[in-house]
């Protein structure tokens, strides 16, 4: 059975840089023929994509988040990560790392529990 | 970039049917059926209903439908009940050389 759970920081300071983890169990990010991404919701808003990465190296991103994003993959620790520069108050928000099949089905069907990351000094 | 809007809410008794809607532009809705749409409880994480227009996955009611109609979406739950009760968010493909999603702003659903 397949869990991902979430782990970071809750709290980071403007203009700093988050970093998230998403660990993965059930299943082998080196092996898994799925997509693994990141998905965010501040709190009382709606959804928003933040990227996604394939295979180990390919990887899709907001273009609306433009280059502050990063998403990697660590298959000796099996979990994937998200960093996200240049932080500010709109970014605080529910953090989710998913499981998905290719991008344009858009089948994000495992989702973690979610983590809040609270942009604030 | 496209935008996908749906309305902030929608009701309906026990047993009605009801219909939320999803309106695309640019590259979304209008020229694929490459729309997902996604419940979520308050303090959960969503939970996916509907895929490529109208597939649903395994376990998902058949209660639950979506269709597509010029660039919009629809999704209808019919036979309401209180566990329906949700925010629902549409999603839609939307990019070429560079593939990306975009989420709708989500429609509150009231169970009367």
């Known amino acids: 059975q397949l869990q991902l759970q979430e782990s970071g920081p809750g709290l980071v300071k403007p203009s700093e840089t988050l970093s998230l983890t998403c660990n993965v169990a059930g299943d082998s990010i080196s092996s898994s023929s799925y997509y693994w991404g990141w998905i965010r919701q501040p709190p009382g808003k709606g959804l928003e994509w933040i990227g996604s990465i394939y295979n180990s190296g390919n990887t899709y991103y907001n273009p609306s988040l433009g280059s502050r994003v990063t998403i990697s993959v660590d298959t000796s620790q099996n979990h994937f990560s998200l960093r996200l520069n240049s932080l500010t108050a709109a970014d605080t928000a529910i953090y989710y790392c998913v499981r998905h099949g290719p991008l344009f089905l858009i089948t994000f069907e495992d989702w973690g529990q979610g983590t809040l990351v609270t942009v604030s000094s | 970039q496209s935008v996908l809007t749906q309305p902030a809410s929608v009701s309906g008794s026990p047993g009605q049917s009801i219909t939320i809607s999803c309106t695309g532009t640019t590259s979304g809705v209008g020229s694929h059926n490459l729309v997902s749409w996604f419940q979520q409880h308050p303090g959960k994480a969503p939970k996916l209903i509907i895929y490529?227009?109208?597939k649903r996955p395994s376990g998902v009611s058949s209660r639950f439908s979506g269709s597509k109609s010029g660039d919009t979406a629809s999704l209808t739950i019919s036979g309401l009940q209180a566990a329906d009760e949700a925010e629902y968010f549409c999603?839609?493909?939307?990019?070429?050389?560079?593939?990306?999603?975009?989420f709708g702003g989500g429609t509150k659903l009231t169970v009367l």
């Open positions: 999603c839609s493909y939307a990019g070429s050389s560079a593939p990306y999603v975009v």
């Open positions: 490529e227009g109208g």
